[in-house]
């Protein structure tokens, strides 16, 4: 699975899985968006190719980048799965919790 934190984790990272949501978009046209430099956008760009989160081609001189719905979706699954299995083990402690008669009434 890739590492969505990591991928996610950062303002410019998830600023530019924004752009490329409508389509396609070269590095020069994703480098105008920012106020940083074009080297700055470079390491966010290979963190997402790291992670396979975007996928780069060459059109011509112009590298041109895209999202990789695929992997997205199967982050997407995994943590879904992550954060729910959590919020299960936490109902299941409420549920004895309460059931032992250990709740305290707030108005006592």
Do not use: C
Not at 27 to 36: M, P, S
Not at 59 to 86: C, F, M, T, W
């Amino acid at each position: 699975m890739p590492d969505v934190y990591r991928a996610l984790g950062d303002s410019t990272r998830r600023g530019i899985l924004s752009m490329l949501k409508p389509g396609n978009k070269t590095q020069k046209e994703l480098v105008k968006a920012f106020d940083i430099s074009q080297p700055a956008i470079k390491k966010h760009l290979n963190i997402l190719l790291e992670e396979k989160i975007i996928s780069e081609s060459w059109d011509g001189k112009y590298r041109i980048y895209s999202l990789n719905p695929e992997v997205l979706q199967i982050a997407y699954n995994e943590v879904h799965q992550y954060i729910g299995e959590l919020l299960d083990n936490q109902l299941v402690s409420l549920k004895n919790y309460v059931e032992k008669g250990e709740f305290q009434d707030e108005l006592d």
